[in-house]
């Protein structure tokens, strides 16, 4: 892993991707041994390992557990701010968006026939459009801070839905 290019150990990079990944010790593995969460965290640090004004993501969350998700997704948004980048990111993660995203586009329409986006727009905005679309409330955990789903029709969706909030208040 550590031979995809030169300054892939840097001690900035290690500190500021391959540290907070947790793919360190990944360092002298064989791309062809290691996990599918392995090979995204590593696909992901080797990306950043480029310098580009734009970095397209698509689903980054994937292979990942629900800490590595949010440590890549903390970590993204991170490397694109102290860098002054730009990162498109398509992922279906609501907890993950949530945290890589400060604005989002809402794609539509029937999958293979006929689309169309709106956006970009605020986080809350997207967020909200999007979860009227799928009839799903979210409010936040007071305890961990993330995203939680309301259960369909529980007093919490009902005051939100009513209010048009559906992204957690």
Excluded: C, W
């Excluded at 990944?21 to 480029?50: F, K, V």
């Excluded at 310098?51 to 397209?56: E, H, K, R, S, T």
């Amino acid at each position: 892993l550590a031979s995809v290019g030169p300054g892939f150990a840097s001690e900035e990079f290690l500190n500021e991707v391959i540290r907070p990944m947790g793919i360190e010790p990944l360092l002298d593995s064989m791309l062809a041994d290691l996990s599918g969460g392995e090979l995204q965290r590593a696909a992901i640090a080797t990306a950043l390992l480029r310098d580009a004004d734009i970095y397209l993501f698509d689903e980054p969350s994937a292979y990942l557990d629900i800490e590595q998700r949010i440590a890549v997704a903390k970590l993204l948004r991170r490397f694109m701010e102290n860098k002054r980048k730009t990162a498109m990111i398509v992922d279906h993660d609501i907890l993950f968006m949530d945290y890589v995203s400060d604005r989002l586009m809402v794609f539509g329409g029937t999958p293979g026939y006929h689309g169309f986006s709106e956006g970009p727009t605020d986080l809350r905005t997207g967020m909200n459009k999007f979860l009227k679309d799928v009839v799903i409330t979210f409010r936040r955990d007071p305890e961990t801070g993330r995203p939680r789903a309301n259960k369909p029709d529980s007093q919490k969706d009902k005051v939100q839905k009513k209010s048009g909030e559906y992204y957690y208040t």
